[in-house]
């Protein structure tokens, strides 16, 4: 009886090997094409995912040898997507024909940020749904210069009160931050800016943390004399100054005071003391910026006091660096270029307003968050309300 059991098993054995077609000849020169290759291996926890490139012709016997299964082809690449046997990966790469084995490599759109902050106050919704962007608006950054190379920064122009007049490269990273909070190019990299067709100019006033107000005074006559030029196109129209001090220095503020008297809308940073507003976003010529973060909260670093009037997002705030970089950073001294940016939007679509008109207009149309007075002004800056008149936009 036992030796009947075992015939029986023996023939079943042969009958099987004879219906899957397996033989010693065929296992010695096996069928390479695809759709054999491609039944060989299914991928399991011991395989991996990997390209195989090879030199003339496929290397079929060495793929089949190796437990390899196809994935995908290409038609005119000598190339194969696969799942391999890790144990096999090693032997496969040493194959004479075998030009590589590589595991794919993670890739991803080099697609440009919008910021939170500039979505929070609705300026891509102007962009959306309007032709304002800031064009023709000319717009100073007071601050360490400008990267001259930033690949997303188009200057207007610059000038140095602390190197050569030509020469305002950043060595700080601050200045370019805010102007890339202004008007970062509008194209597939990197961030965009509240207004990013606007003609941004860089007047450097410090290659460090400390700034001199005898050179302020230097780049606030700059900012003059594009007043007293042969060139009508260049006269300045807004000023971002984001720096501050706890004392008044009466030249600067004189010096400031000429500015406002030439038509030009002075933006400052209210401070980061979480104390009273500092000079010279205090006098009343000038528009005093507080920061709130991406909760409309206060932001605890920021100053605050009579003297604001608006308030704008100002916690890590992602914009363009030195050396081609980007960075995020805090401070009001990123909430005062918001507004500036949407100054320049302003002006673009009311091109005959003075630079009272503007201040009015943004102070009349910004989105009350909730917070105190001292705090907030007259509320968050709102591009879309003060262009548009309307409040669709969503504001995350």
């Not at 003609?199 to 606030?220: E, M, Y």
């Amino acid at each position: 009886m036992r030796k009947l059991i075992l015939l029986s098993l023996s023939l079943m054995v042969v009958a099987a090997l004879m219906l899957s077609g397996c033989s010693q000849e065929q296992s010695t020169a096996p069928d390479t094409s695809s759709a054999v290759l491609n039944q060989k291996v299914s991928t399991s926890p011991s395989s991996k995912d990997v390209f195989i490139g090879w030199n003339g012709n496929r290397p079929d016997a060495a793929l089949a040898a190796a437990g390899v299964s196809i994935k995908r082809e290409y038609k005119y690449l000598p190339i194969v997507f696969a799942s391999v046997p890790e144990k096999a990966i090693g032997n496969l790469r040493n194959h004479a024909d075998v030009k590589f084995v590589s595991q794919p490599a993670h890739r991803e759109f080099h697609a440009q940020t919008l910021d939170w902050g500039v979505d929070r106050i609705d300026a891509e919704y102007v962009w959306t749904n309007s032709s304002y962007d800031g064009s023709g608006v000319n717009v100073a950054i007071l601050d360490t210069g400008g990267d001259m190379d930033h690949p997303d920064l188009t200057w207007a122009g610059g000038f140095s009160a602390v190197n050569e007049p030509d020469y305002w490269e950043d060595k700080v990273g601050h200045g370019t931050h805010c102007a890339g909070i202004v008007s970062a190019d509008n194209n597939d990299i990197g961030v965009v800016g509240v207004a990013p067709n606007c003609d941004i100019w860089a007047v450097q006033i410090s290659n460090n943390r400390f700034i001199l107000t005898q050179n302020v005074l230097t780049g606030i006559d700059f900012i003059l004399g594009t007043y007293y030029d042969a060139d009508p196109d260049n006269d300045i129209q807004v000023v971002n100054m984001s720096f501050g001090g706890a004392y008044e220095d009466p030249a600067e503020g004189a010096a400031m005071l000429e500015m406002y008297n030439h038509g030009i809308l002075l933006v400052s940073s209210a401070g980061n003391t979480s104390g009273p507003v500092g000079y010279p976003a205090c006098y009343s010529y000038i528009m005093a910026v507080s920061a709130s973060d991406k909760y409309d909260a206060f932001a605890d670093f920021s100053s605050f006091g009579p003297e604001v009037e608006l308030i704008a997002p100002g916690v890590r705030i992602y914009s363009t660096y030195k050396r081609g970089k980007y960075w995020p950073m805090s401070g009001t001294s990123m909430a005062s270029p918001m507004v500036v940016g949407a100054a320049a939007l302003a002006w673009q679509a009311n091109p005959g307003y003075t630079h009272e008109q503007i201040r009015a207009l943004l102070n009349g149309t910004a989105e009350d968050i909730g917070l105190t007075a001292y705090q907030q002004g007259n509320g968050l800056v709102d591009c879309e309300n003060a262009l548009l008149g309307t409040t669709n936009g969503n504001n995350y």
